[in-house]
């Protein structure tokens, strides 16, 4: 065992500082990885103040990061296709049992004993795993991604999450190419939601509840933007979509949504509203319309969607702050205050 530098809360309401963390000395099947950056996701802000405490309470002290992005500096002794300098990405998982039904589809997100990159328990040390706002990590090789080389590490960093999380649904939809896809919403998720159904060849349009977004959508990839509260745009559009990705994680109507649909159209929800969304029965059954939720993918997925993004220089818009600055970026990420990401820059924790 050794120690690494990193951020951490002591409890619900502690800003998040500095501290040392214990990381396992490498087995056999392990990669041990210098951290260069970590996105900031939702989730992390969440966890830190255990807002999910009915399905995921906290354990403090909690180390969120989930969006890693480093370099090799260690393998063991079975672990034959990574080298030192190698880059690489670690996401939403650090393990699973490998065994199970939903691990042998390539689904490990499912796995009834998978183990995420932060707060769950930690089989080899005890206590609960800690994530990216770290210096160093530890993580079995099935679990760490090849990061393209052509790609800018810091927009990396987010396709760990926010990337796989819009890509697996639009991909396993079906042929997109030509048809109409709407994204719901111009965050962290929308935008990537946005980059991607552009680039597998589909009309794309916002919805967005601000005109100020509409030059914004317009440069990331949208054809064109829909004023969601305005009546008469969305009754222009109606019934005309194939696919809507919504990433909205606000309570919203998710009916006047599924009204956009076409004939057996079919809305994938990504967002995780705090409420339940009531769906109208109707909504559905004329136009033989569908509505599902994705959780991000699993790893052989993430790793396509890694080389999606290197064959079409794709990244997430980031800003890059050192983590002295996590704190405030939390209570800008509240004010949705970012454009569309922030990436953590690790040599910040370094001497």
């Given amino acids: 065992m050794y120690h690494a530098k990193a951020y951490s809360a002591a409890s619900p309401t502690a800003p998040l500082a500095p501290t040392q963390i214990p990381r396992r000395d490498l087995t056999e099947r392990d990669v041990q990885i210098d951290i260069l950056y970590c996105g900031i996701c939702h989730s992390d802000l969440h966890t830190v103040r255990n807002e999910w405490n009915s399905v995921m309470p906290t354990v403090y002290p909690a180390v969120p990061g989930h969006e890693i992005v480093g370099r090799v500096v260690g393998v063991g002794s079975a672990v034959k296709d990574l080298k030192a300098g190698d880059l690489v990405g670690v996401g939403c998982l650090v393990d699973s049992d490998q065994s199970c039904p939903s691990c042998r589809a390539n689904l490990e997100q499912f796995c009834p004993n998978g183990v995420f ?18 210096d160093s990590i530890v993580v079995d090789r099935h679990f760490v991604l090849r990061v393209p080389s052509n790609l800018a590490p810091a927009g990396v960093a987010p396709l760990l999450c926010a990337g796989i999380t819009t890509y697996s649904p639009i991909r396993r939809w079906g042929e997109i190419r030509g048809k109409k896809v709407g994204v719901v919403g111009l965050g962290g998720l929308g935008h990537m939601g946005v980059k991607f159904a552009r680039a597998f ?9 601000s005109p100020k977004k509409k030059e914004d959508a317009l440069r990331l990839g ?4 829909i004023l969601s509260t305005n009546p008469d745009e969305m009754k222009k559009h109606a019934g005309s ?35 339940p969304l009531p769906v109208a029965s109707f909504a559905l059954l004329f136009g033989r319309r569908t509505l599902s939720g994705s959780l991000i993918g699993g790893i052989k997925e993430t790793q396509e ?14 800003e890059v702050i050192p983590i002295q600055k996590v704190n405030e970026a939390y209570e800008r990420l ?16 370094r001497p």
């Fill in 117 to 134: 990159t932060y707060n769950s328990p930690d089989k080899h040390l005890g206590g609960v795993t800690y994530g990216g706002y770290s």
């Fill in 201 to 209: 060849g589909a009309h794309v349009a916002v919805f967005t509840t």
């Fill in 222 to 225: 949208a054809h064109e933007v």
């Fill in 241 to 275: 979509f194939d696919f809507i990705l919504d990433t909205i994680a606000a309570d919203h109507d998710i009916n006047a949504l599924l009204g956009m649909l076409g004939l057996d159209g079919h809305l994938t929800l990504v967002g995780a509203p705090e409420k």
């Fill in 305 to 318: 969607m890694l080389d999606f993004c290197g064959d079409h220089n794709i990244t997430a818009d980031v």
């Fill in 334 to 349: 509240l004010k949705s205050d970012v454009k569309y990401r922030f990436s953590i820059d690790m040599a910040s924790l």
